[in-house]
């Protein structure tokens, strides 16, 4: 069975341009995450969906964040504009529900904003 | 105060010993503890769930301690392989910033 996939693995950006990750859950995984981890720091969740719904968006930064899961299955997490602060790793989980222990991550997307 | 705390270590250890690990949490309302491992540029993986009378999965043990708002993991026989990233999370069933990680403790094991 295929994990989490993410794209892209890797970007690298100048400031205040956007940009885009993209994250597509196990299957029949009905909880997505996504967290940004900073080096040296564990994975901060920025928003939680149940299906299509964003259930804690409050660690979201939502002057220049925004996620989608419009059909309740892949997601896409956008920054516009990028900061230098925003160079991190964006990790993206799923689990079968909220309640269900095991989240399972993908690779994330390692972004460098310049 | 962050919400869950853990030393960042370095440990350094030898191959066969026995460490242990600690993660404290400020909010009484937490219901679910979990052990993550993540290795050097990999994504987190879950270890094991925390249970309230305790659990050992193999060589790894880990408690909670409610009283006290902590959470602990037991390594025994450190093997190489154990070098790794812990990483505490911490969960409440309801309401928002439910999902918290520490910051992870990182373990070398040395031959």
């Known amino acids: 069975e295929a994990g989490v996939v993410q794209s892209p693995r890797y970007k690298i950006i100048e400031k205040k341009q956007p940009v885009a990750f993209w994250c597509n859950p196990i299957s029949g995984h009905n909880t997505l995450y996504w967290y940004r981890q900073n080096l040296g720091q564990g994975p901060e969740l920025l928003i939680r969906y149940e299906n299509e719904e964003a259930v804690d968006d409050s660690q979201l930064p939502k002057d220049r964040f925004s996620a989608e899961r419009l059909k309740g299955v892949d997601s896409t997490l956008k920054i516009q504009p990028a900061e230098l602060g925003d160079s991190a790793v964006y990790l993206c989980?799923?689990?079968?529900?909220?309640?269900?222990?095991?989240?399972?991550f993908g690779p994330g997307t390692r972004l460098l904003v310049l | 105060r962050k919400e869950v705390e853990q030393d960042p270590g370095p440990f350094n250890v030898p191959e066969g010993a026995t460490v242990a690990f600690n993660c404290t949490y400020s909010?009484?309302?937490?219901?679910?503890f979990f052990w993550y491992r993540q290795d050097c540029r990999k994504e987190p993986k879950l270890l094991m769930s925390v249970y309230s009378s305790g659990n050992e999965d193999g060589r790894f043990t880990a408690q909670l301690n409610r009283a006290s708002q902590y959470i602990s993991l037991l390594i025994r026989d450190s093997k190489l392989s154990d070098s790794a990233t812990y990483l505490c999370?911490?969960?409440?069933?309801?309401?928002?910033?439910?999902?918290?990680f520490g910051s992870g403790t990182r373990l070398q094991v040395q031959p």
């Open positions: 999370v911490v969960k409440r069933d309801t309401g928002r910033r439910a999902l918290t």
């Open positions: 909010n009484s309302a937490s219901q679910s």
């Open positions: 989980a799923s689990s079968l529900g909220w309640l269900q222990e095991t989240q399972y």
